[in-house]
């Protein structure tokens, strides 16, 4: 049988209002065959750089198709609403940042237009809901089989907004990273390869001294979650391949006073 | 292909218990090919004016086929656990007022039964868990092809409890209005359209007075949450057409002290 | 209509971060026909009582096909990732007790296996995610039909570890019980079946002394929420046909300052 057609959707509209509903009936109502995967909708309100990072750990993990993703500070503005095609799928949503981590993690963009066509828009009595009157119309639409070019005026798939991937210092022997992220568990990922820790001849093993705010302490590396002690923080590669603090049977982040970097 | 059967389903549920993947698993084992919308389960507990507002904005976005709403503080009680047809289908759930704003934006009911029969319930253990155990049934049977009225008694579909739509009040020439709902942006949307600001001769436009308690303060109106400056709330008609106070990144329900009426 | 392939998936995960998303899609790109009940991913972290009761509470109203629970607090340790076969389907988590009790509702597990298999594992970057990398596959391979014995070598189905089912105690012609879960309308479910109470010669009904904590008070029997007066706290049996605690629009638990046992 056919993979059925798919739209996989991250927005910071939360549950506790009937967006996210409404733009699956919306995609529902212009292909009711669509599967609809719904990776997050909890990114903090605007936080494109969270959103951002979200999509780009999720990305190698979702099926072929659409993603759909609407963290959009500046909508009613003059920031592009944009779909891209990636091989595999397509990428909808606004031009600020947001997408382009997925994307060239999907391979890159190889063409993409900006969402100009009222065929493929609902009217809005007002202000813009460009979730329900925009992107998921053109996200079902890409999903039934309409080509690109058909929702809007192509663009230079090279003039997508870049994401801010924050970048990690070197100083004095020491790598200065930032905190990418922080979950329900209370680790704390930060931008660090443990490839770089080693290239500088730093060890993963062991025990580090980890500069946090004003203060330093040794933390231990450990290889899973369940082989710290109890009540004590450690260091870990985590399962995407960065370094995390991690605690244990609590949250690193409050016991550390650690807070993830603002975009 | 055909559509799918599917059920669009608002509540108070929550996502914390597991009510509503209880609801879900019952539907799917009466009609497994239903596709079903979570429109929203984060109602504030008994909220049946939160409720009945949040299903009558999503109800023209929805899929033809069933409505299911569950917001029931006389659950156990002798109000009516109705099904009700509509044009392009059904809603299911207690007659408090839940369903009738929605119901009416659906054209109205052609016919109307009282949820009575036993061969399409399940067998409760004690005190009644309807959504369970009559409404979530008898939403995949209107799904899966049964007539409505196999569900069982017929009612004046005229005799449904009505919402409560709270109307305007106009005095000495201003409009006194009603939050309706403040949403996870902080955007407080009001009962006010703007038409009847116009035939007042009120502008929508420039620079409104607006009275919240007991201060009165200047706002001004904007077309889209871009244009206003950072930190300002402003006035503008909201994507469903109807008057709305905006804050720029912030609550403006928090910053003016304004809280949703209560039922 | 065949039925399609079904998993029903429970867990700690939260909805803030992408973790659920990102199971739908390791999931959905194993078997493309897949469908998914998500029964609540709001178990409190790392709480594995709590969610073996939640998934205890729904197994009878799943469908059949896959279950997959995870809550893991050994994630990384020597607990055994499992999946064992039950009368019309499967389970798959870690074998610390959350599975057990639904299990034994579903009839018992008639084969079981550790879930060894490189073959039907992803590959991880560095520690572990098992949801993602491990139950997740395995789930979604048993749902299109593999075999169990794929899986990973056998073990004795008897060997499972046992969940921690709560029993009374009755001294001086009272039953002492526990509190099970509180949910979210403040309902507190207890460990007592009203059998119990009959077959000590009290009464299930009129007016019994309820010590909570240090103090004892006199509550009223009710057959439904609907019959309590307001702000009157009542006893009834539930939906699950066990003794519950109920308020009337509030919390019991608040109320009463009742909390749930810990594991």
Same mark, same amino acid.
């Not at 609809?36 to 979200?54: E, F």
């Not at 963290?71 to 990636?86: C, E, F, K, N, Q």
């Not at 290239?199 to 082989?227: F, H, N």
């Given at each position: 049988?056919?993979?059925p ?5 991250l927005?910071?509209?939360? &549950?506790?209002?009937?967006f996210?509903?409404?733009c699956h009936?919306v ?21 494109v ?6 999509l ?5 993990y ?25 091989e ?9 940042g947001? =997408?382009?981590?997925?994307?060239a993690m ?8 900006? =969402?100009?066509?009222e065929?493929? &828009?609902l009217?809005?009595p007002?202000?813009?809901? !460009?979730?329900? !009157? ?11 089989g ?6 809007g005026?192509?663009?230079?798939p090279l003039?997508l ?7 990690t ?12 992220w ?6 704390v ?9 080693r *290239? ?14 004003? *203060? ?6 450990v290889e899973?979650?369940?082989?710290a ?10 399962s995407?391949?960065l ?6 049977q609590?949250?690193?982040? !409050?016991?550390l006073g650690? &807070?993830?970097?603002?975009?």
């Amino acid at each position: 049988m056919d993979a059925p057609p798919t739209v996989s959707f991250l927005s910071d509209y939360g &549950r506790a209002d009937e967006f996210v509903g409404v733009c699956h009936g919306v995609m529902l109502r212009i292909e009711p065959r669509l599967r609809i995967i719904d990776i997050t909708h909890d990114i903090p309100p605007h936080d494109v750089r969270a959103g951002a990072l979200a999509l780009a750990r999720a990305v190698q993990y979702l099926p072929e198709g659409v993603v759909l993703g609407v963290v959009d500070p500046g909508v009613g503005t003059d920031r592009r609403p944009i779909a891209v095609g990636v091989e595999g799928g397509f990428f909808v949503g606004p031009d600020n940042g947001l =997408l382009a981590p997925a994307v060239a993690m999907a391979g890159g963009a190889t063409a993409g237009v900006v =969402l100009t066509s009222e065929h493929h &828009r609902l009217p809005a009595p007002g202000a813009t809901f !460009d979730g329900r !009157d925009v992107f998921a119309p053109a996200a079902a639409a890409l999903a039934s089989g309409v080509d690109l070019g058909e929702l809007g005026d192509a663009i230079d798939p090279l003039s997508l907004q870049p994401g801010l991937l924050p970048l990690t210092r070197v100083e004095a022997g020491a790598v200065h990273g930032e905190v990418l992220w922080i979950d329900r568990f209370g680790n704390v990922q930060l931008n660090i390869d443990p490839e770089e820790l080693r *290239s500088l001849g730093l060890e993963v093993g062991g025990v580090a001294e980890v500069r946090i705010g004003e *203060s330093t302490r040794p933390l231990r590396w450990v290889e899973a979650y369940g082989a710290a002690r109890s009540g004590e923080a450690v260091l870990l590669v985590d399962s995407y391949g960065l370094v995390s603090v991690a605690p244990n049977q609590g949250s690193a982040a !409050d016991e550390l006073g650690i &807070r993830p970097a603002q975009a």
